[in-house]
């Protein structure tokens, strides 16, 4: 029996050993082409400096369009994100964020009894549907150096009911802008 394992485990290392040189022969004719280094070459600007890239600027979704079928309880809900800097009722507190009674259609940083920040001063102008869009994106891209640290609305749908629940928080709201 001793000899008959030999013959079989001497076999399978023969079968083996001719497999692994079929193998080897195979990729030796099918992959002539070897590389010296094994790397990619990637192009360099013969100055050393990488090309700058062009800065991409985000287009804004426009709001005006959402505005007249805007919700305004789905608005006064999201503006809650809001509440612990605002109030928006007539005659309301400054909190950490001046209160945002009659905000649409008013100057840029008018509200009486509250210290803005230089950078939202200088922004200047109204407060159009289009700047609210723009800051409610993302304040700090509208206004950088503000004082707010509101990482802004993703969604333009809920920008457009919150502007839309904002200026129903007005004597006398802003008309809506031609579509």
């Known amino acids: 029996m001793g ?10 290392l023969v079968a083996l050993t001719v497999a692994l040189a079929i193998g080897i022969g195979i990729n030796e004719v099918t992959h002539s082409d070897h590389l010296d280094i094994k790397a990619y070459a990637v192009a360099v600007p013969e100055s050393g400096e990488a090309p700058a890239a062009e800065p991409q600027e985000e287009v804004l979704d426009p709001v005006a369009p959402l505005l007249a079928s805007a919700d305004l309880g789905a608005g006064e809900k999201a503006f809650k994100r809001c509440s612990a800097c605002h109030s928006y009722e007539k005659g309301g507190p400054n909190k950490q964020g001046p209160n945002l009674f009659g905000v649409v259609g008013n100057t840029v940083g008018s509200h009486a009894d509250f210290g803005y920040s230089a950078a939202l001063k200088e922004l200047g102008g109204e407060w159009t549907y289009d700047k609210l869009n723009a800051f409610l994106a993302k304040p700090k891209d509208l206004v950088p150096g503000t004082k707010m640290n509101f990482p802004g609305f993703k969604s333009v749908k809920d920008r457009a009911n919150v502007i839309a629940f904002l200026r129903a928080q007005a004597d006398n709201p802003s008309p809506l802008p031609a579509q």
């Open 3 to 12: 000899g008959d394992f030999f013959k079989v485990w001497g076999a399978a």
